[in-house]
């Protein structure tokens, strides 16, 4: 995979900084393509649970903080979700305490402190940005809830955890941005510009069927609350029309509890059983906010029509009228009326996959080359 990097990066040597490895996701996609392309980097993080990430991941050299010394830390809870999180405040002091070799380059995969990684000497640092520390600078509601008890206990913590996610920014020479929305993150909290090259998306096996549309829409999405996934519920416990949801999370019990027989979880699921249900449905519904969102564009690979909130990732990956629908208030209402919507229009699946297109590994290989290039002449 190495080769469809530009002679001058085939031999350099590449350190890889990720969060932490606790599952296979949307991130977790975008380090198996830097291991493809840098085959011989070491992988320094936070937490490795090898039983959930991919093989492809664990051929790599893993290098761990003392936080995997915890005991407990990658247990999961009902929903599917470890312990980790409550560990936040100890992870900057953690990703400092490694001791990299001199490299030629690291690139860190970040949405919480893996750019905070301290490189020697000459080596330079291009951060893939996933977002700025969200847990600090946005969606504080989202993650930390309404309790006036937790918010006076998690304020200073939280300015804390500012001051250094600004400060280690300092330490990036540069920012690549997974999306509009992220560069502008990065401009507001960081005062840095930032490239965008989009996450790489496996197009060649994310492909439409000859079947018909099936009889339900579909949600694939982690269940927490930042995700909104309770207002699809709310939305479909009313319309009585089929709903199936894939992911797990912290509102897994709850959305069950509040869910009608026509709402249908299926936890998490391996890529050939979600790539089966992207090909049957009628459409995906993305309610939340996201960074980037891989769960749009895999379904627009496979030809379905997206209804998504206009707000962050989704206004790169969905094109109003042509690949999806947006609605744009998060409530009920203005969900519904954009589902009505999207089940009303003739859509033309071929053009919503030669949308998707523009996504694909290579492309992503491609960009990501030619930032490394700039950040090797800065």
């Known amino acids: 995979m190495s080769s469809v990097l530009p002679p001058t990066l085939r031999e350099l040597d590449v350190i890889l900084s990720h969060d932490w490895i606790m599952g296979n996701r949307g991130a977790e996609r975008v380090l198996e393509a830097l291991c493809t392309t840098f085959e011989n980097a070491p992988v320094y993080t936070l937490l490795h649970d090898p039983s959930v990430s991919s093989s492809l991941i664990n051929r790599h050299p893993i290098r761990t903080s003392l936080l995997q010394r915890v005991p407990g830390i990658t247990t999961r809870r009902g ?4 312990y980790h999180r409550y560990f936040l405040p100890a992870f ?3 990703v400092e305490r490694f001791r990299l070799p001199e490299a030629d380059l690291v690139i860190s995969s970040s949405h919480c402190v893996a750019k905070g990684i301290i490189a020697r000497g000459h ?5 893939y940005c996933f977002t700025p520390m969200r847990y600090a600078w946005l969606f504080y509601e989202e993650y930390f809830g309404h309790n006036p008890l937790k918010r006076a206990i998690l304020s200073p913590v939280l300015a804390a955890l500012r001051r250094w996610d600004k400060r ?6 540069r920012f690549v941005a997974i999306s509009s929305c992220v560069r502008d993150r990065i401009r507001r909290f960081y005062g840095r510009d930032a490239d965008v090259v989009y996450p790489p998306v496996d197009t060649d096996r994310l492909m439409p069927s000859g079947g018909a549309p099936g009889r339900y829409d579909l949600v694939v999405s982690g269940l927490s609350p930042l995700k909104k996934v309770e207002l699809a519920v709310s939305v479909y416990n009313g319309t009585g029309t089929s709903l199936k949801i894939v992911g797990v999370g912290t509102q897994m019990d709850y959305l069950r509890r509040t869910a009608k027989p026509n709402i249908e979880f299926l936890g998490w699921l391996g890529d050939d059983a979600v790539l ?9 519904i993305f309610p939340g906010v996201d960074d980037f969102g891989l769960a749009p564009v895999e379904a ?12 962050g990732g989704a206004l790169d990956t969905v094109e109003e009228g042509v690949t999806g629908v947006f609605f ?3 409530t009920a209402e203005s969900l519904n009326e954009a589902i009505e919507k999207c089940a009303s229009t ?16 290579d492309r992503f290989r491609r960009e990501l080359a030619a930032s490394i290039e700039r950040c090797m002449e800065q």
């Open 79 to 82: 929903g599917g979700e470890p």
């Open 92 to 94: 900057p002091f953690a």
């Open 123 to 127: 080596t330079k640092h291009l951060c």
């Open 168 to 173: 280690s920014s300092q330490r990036v020479d």
């Open 276 to 284: 089966e249900l992207y090909r049957g449905c009628r459409m995906l």
């Open 300 to 311: 627009q690979a496979c030809g379905k029509p997206v209804v998504a909130f206009a707000q």
């Open 328 to 330: 744009h208030e998060q």
């Open 346 to 361: 003739n859509w033309d699946r071929d053009a919503i996959r030669a949308r998707a297109e523009r996504f694909g590994i």
